[in-house]
């Protein structure tokens, strides 16, 4: 399993220090220097060698979900059927992207940060797209705000009618932590959940592990890398549940 990430070029140290190159979870990670805030959809030609012609997922970085069966939601994905994006009702739907469906539930528009929303559906940060992202991509032209908008390519795909939309159901959470504010509650909701159920949420060791990408013993040798720790506690005693 393999994995990008397009970062500013004062951040990639961190996020090498921090994730290595996926190897000890049992994946391949890649990095990518975006070296301004030229949008979204910049991601794509940035990382053109890296998709080279396959289907591709793209996660915001401070974009957090959380939800029972989530997991199996997203592999349930028809990846061979143009694109993929996600609709959540939110109280301020004028800080994201914008969905508006008709009476029999269809996608009529995607507006990009509008001041009047034409609905209450926001675009979270979660996307999938078949081999043709690229190219798409490489047609759209800076927005007022000088950014190549993802909303853009997702308004292509609908034009082109491959364009699906999902509604994540009540029960799943999504949080932007884009602001402090914003920030400071997903720390809390991450707190709460973890506390109250003692399970950890994307816990990468864990992931790894449960998906067969790391062995009992790999995760054993990882848990002694924290030594006496909570977490190597918690690491540990996830081979004898």
């Given amino acids: 399993m393999w994995s990008w990430s397009a970062s500013p070029p004062e951040d990639l140290p961190a996020f090498k220090r921090l994730l290595g190159d996926g190897s000890q979870y049992g994946v391949s990670f890649d990095f990518a220097v975006q070296n301004a805030p030229n949008g979204l959809a910049e991601a794509f030609l940035i990382v053109e060698k890296f998709i080279n012609g396959k289907k591709v997922a793209l996660i915001l970085g401070d974009n957090i979900f959380h939800g029972v069966g989530l997991d199996k939601h997203l592999q349930s994905i028809d990846l061979n059927n143009g694109a993929t994006i996600f609709a959540?009702?939110?109280?301020?739907?004028e800080r994201y992207g914008v969905v508006e469906f008709s009476l029999e539930g269809k996608v009529i528009s995607i507006e990009e940060k509008p001041t009047k929303p034409k609905s209450q559906f926001a675009v979270?940060?979660?996307y999938f797209y078949d081999e043709n992202v690229v190219e798409i991509a490489k047609t759209i032209k800076p927005s007022a705000r000088g950014e190549l908008e993802i909303t853009a390519v997702n308004e292509n795909y609908l034009h082109k009618g491959m364009l699906t939309t999902k509604i994540l159901e009540r029960g799943t959470t999504w949080l932007d932590t884009g602001s402090i504010q914003s920030l400071h509650?997903?720390?809390a909701y991450?707190?709460?959940i973890e506390e109250r159920q003692g399970s950890k949420i994307s816990c990468l060791e864990e992931i790894a592990w449960r998906n067969g990408w790391i062995s009992d013993s790999?995760?054993?040798d990882i848990s002694k890398d924290y030594r006496s720790s909570p977490f190597a506690e918690y690491l540990a005693g996830l081979l004898v549940q």
Wanted: hydrophobic share 45%.
């Fill in 218 to 220: 790999d995760n054993l």
């Fill in 185 to 187: 509650a997903a720390s």
């Fill in 88 to 93: 959540y009702r939110v109280a301020d739907p």
């Fill in 124 to 126: 979270p940060g979660l």
């Fill in 190 to 192: 991450v707190q709460i």
